[in-house]
Structures are given as C-alpha cells and as structure tokens.
C-alpha cells in the first residue's frame, strides 16, 4: 500500500517569509497529489493538486513541486500570513479512487 | 467545487449507543467517502459509500460497527454503533474523482465525544 510522510510535524515561520512543507511518498505508482489544509475545528480545504506528468503547478501564492525521481513533494507558500497557521497534509493517489495522507504538518506563523 | 454538509457537528455520547452521522453535497456525485481522523492524527479512510449498493470498508474496518447508507447521489449517513471512547474522533464525509472531479472535497466534520 501507500505510504506517505511528511519530514517535519512542526514548522514555524516569521510573516512575510515563504515556507516549505515537505512530503515523501512510497508507492511510485502514484499518479496524483493533493496538498489540503485543516483549521482547527476545520474540515480539510483543499489548497492545490499535481499530477505526475507535471513537476510543478502554481496557485495564488502557493507552488507544489514534484519529483518523481525521489518520490518527494513539497508545498511553498510565498509571504505567509497569519491566516496560513494551519496543518498542512499532503495525500496521493495510485490509479484508484482511494487517498492516502501524510502525517500533517503544523505551520505556525509568527507576527 | 462541491459544497458538503454535515449533522451533527458535534456531539457528546454514552458508551454503548449509536450515532447516526448525516452526509448532505449541493451536487450529484458518484464516490463519497467516510474518513475517520483521531485527536492530533491524520485522516484514515473508512469506507467507500457507493449508491445502490453496499459500502467497500478499508482494512479494520467492518459493517457492524460503521453501517453506511446510500440512499441517492447527494446523500450517506454513517452510524457508529456501540461506542466506546476510543471512538471519540471527528467524522469526515468526503466526494470526489472521477467522473465528476479530480479533486476530493471534505465535509466540515462531526467531532465526536463518547464518555
């Protein structure tokens, strides 16, 4: 099945800076990814998808890159804000219908 | 986008009794999911809620604890049956894939509480 993890549990970021969220995969036949972030007392949003045959996709201050090679992915968000504190969770997709999340890391943004 | 809702949104229960969680999407969908997302975890799926027939549960998950219904294309119900505390977790409906989207949306969540 598919594993997903993301590197840190935690990250905390000044305002007005850009942050990195990072996710590893295991399954190389995964073929979709969603980036979702969850407010507290929230159900998840979601924030911005890639597909495989793509490397990078860019949203409204947000960039998903990917990389195949290593079966990693991350999330950067330009100038956060305070409204960006949050946990963040990656999930893929292999082909089938079925999601499987990371971990979920937590951004807190510091005024 | 599809806009999902919940009922209740929150509840505090006895062990040994049942809640009904209500599902509700503003649009026709064919895949609707149930998640399970514990205190501080991430999101473990459920079951697969299918209309017309009966419900495909993930391993360590079975029907006679999580009867699901599906009665029409907006609409699933999840019941928790026999609670105990360890059931105390939020509740998640979730639509989405193919045909009707790429993306999966998420309900807002019916946080449960079983003393």
């Known amino acids: 099945g598919e594993s997903v993890g993301l590197h840190l549990p935690t990250l905390s970021v000044q305002e007005g800076d850009n942050s990195i969220i990072n996710c590893a995969y295991s399954?190389?036949?995964?073929?979709?990814f969603i980036w979702y972030k969850q407010e507290s007392g929230k159900g998840p949003q979601f924030i911005i998808d890639?597909?495989?045959?793509?490397d990078k996709r860019q949203g409204q201050r947000v960039t998903v890159l990917l990389n195949k090679t290593v079966k990693h992915l991350s999330l950067q968000i330009a100038a956060t804000q305070p409204g960006d504190s949050a946990v963040y969770f990656c999930?893929?997709?292999?082909?089938?219908?079925?999601?499987?999340f990371g971990a979920g890391t937590t951004v807190t943004v510091r005024a | 986008s599809a806009v999902i809702s919940q009922k209740p949104s929150r509840d505090i229960c006895q062990r040994g009794t049942s809640l009904t969680i209500q599902c509700q999407v503003d649009?026709?969908?064919?895949?609707m999911f149930w998640y399970r997302q514990q205190p501080g975890q991430s999101l473990t799926l459920i079951a697969t809620?299918?209309?017309?027939?009966?419900?495909?549960?993930e391993s360590g998950f079975v029907i006679d604890k999580f009867p699901i219904s599906r009665p029409n294309l907006t609409f699933s119900t999840l019941t928790v049956s026999n609670m105990s505390p360890e059931d105390s977790s939020i509740y998640l409906c979730?639509?989405?894939?193919?045909?009707?989207?790429?993306?999966?949306?998420f309900g807002p969540g019916t946080r449960l509480t079983v003393l």
């Open positions: 979730s639509v989405g894939g193919l045909p009707e989207y790429n993306e999966q949306f």
């Open positions: 399954n190389s036949a995964s073929d979709y």
């Open positions: 890639i597909r495989s045959n793509m």
């Open positions: 999930a893929a997709r292999a082909g089938d219908y079925k999601l499987s």
């Open positions: 649009s026709q969908v064919t895949m």
């Open positions: 809620a299918n209309q017309g027939s009966e419900a495909t549960y």
